[in-house]
């Protein structure tokens, strides 16, 4: 049986670590990092029995600052 290497981006959301799997777009949650990342594993297996991918393509990860700026204006329309 084949490995296949998937990469998860965590949040958190109040109590909750959302977990998402970019390469397929999976997406679970847990209270814990590692129930989080557990679940959007299972998720991802059983998403993959369904529709299986066939690419090795691995997404690029990077990132980027802004600078926050408090004088930003809320538009009421």
């Known amino acids: 049986m084949e490995k296949n290497t998937f990469t998860v981006v965590i949040h958190q959301e109040e109590d909750m670590f959302v977990a998402e799997c970019p390469e397929v777009g ?19 297996e059983l998403y993959l029995e369904e529709f299986p991918i066939y690419t090795k393509k691995r997404p690029i990860v990077t990132f980027f600052d802004i600078v926050n700026n408090a004088s930003f204006k809320k538009i009421v329309r």
């Open 26 to 44: 999976t997406v679970s949650q847990g209270r814990t990092i590692e129930e989080a990342v557990e679940n959007v594993k299972e998720a991802t």
